[in-house]
């Protein structure tokens, strides 16, 4: 059976230039996707219909690649979230793998390098849900071993941002 890889995405890959009112305008879409384009004009100084166009040149370039709703986990019964790291002989990137994906609890699926191969980030109900995801993993052939992240508290957690840091701070080391 042949892998299905055309929406897998790469990480760092170049993407068409988008200027700083695009910026401001895909900004406000992530902030409220359901605002009307006069509204959106409003915050970044350009005319509905200038929003309008350049929303759709955003569409059909693909940097807008759609529109969701934001789904509160607690209310839908999946409050459990952790990351899994899994570590496999050989590259982790198996059909097989790449299966998990088909889980609704899957929400991230990575291929990464460093001391693991695959990192997921995983809502369930509860850490008995969970453990029977990890079940699911360990029966992959190659699969030598998880480490599950089970998450305490979210400070950030947010979909792709528009902005970009152009100039980062000097950070001084603390004191000896």
């Given amino acids: 059976m042949k892998l299905k890889t055309e929406d897998i995405q790469p990480n760092g890959q170049g993407s068409p230039v988008v200027d700083d009112f695009d910026r401001k305008i895909l900004g406000e879409m992530v902030g409220d996707a359901r605002q ?16 309008h166009e350049r929303v759709k040149r955003l569409k059909a370039a693909g940097t807008i690649t759609g529109t969701s709703a934001q789904v509160d986990a607690h209310a839908i019964g999946k409050p459990f979230l952790a990351f899994v790291h899994v570590n496999s002989k050989g590259w982790g990137k198996s059909e097989r ?8 609890e899957v929400e991230e699926l990575h291929s990464v390098t460093g001391d693991t191969c695959v990192i997921m980030k995983v809502r369930t109900a509860d850490a ?31 979909p792709v941002q528009a902005e970009v840091t152009e100039e980062w701070p000097e950070i001084p080391l603390p004191p000896e």
Avoid: C, H, N, W
């Fill in 36 to 51: 009307t384009y006069g509204d959106i004009g409003k915050s970044v100084g350009l005319s509905a219909p200038a929003v």
């Fill in 97 to 104: 793998m790449m299966r998990l994906r088909e889980y609704p």
């Fill in 128 to 158: 008995q849900a969970m453990e029977q995801f990890l079940a699911q993993i360990y029966a992959l052939p190659g699969v030598q071993g998880t480490k599950s992240y089970v998450v305490l508290s979210t400070y950030v957690e947010r």
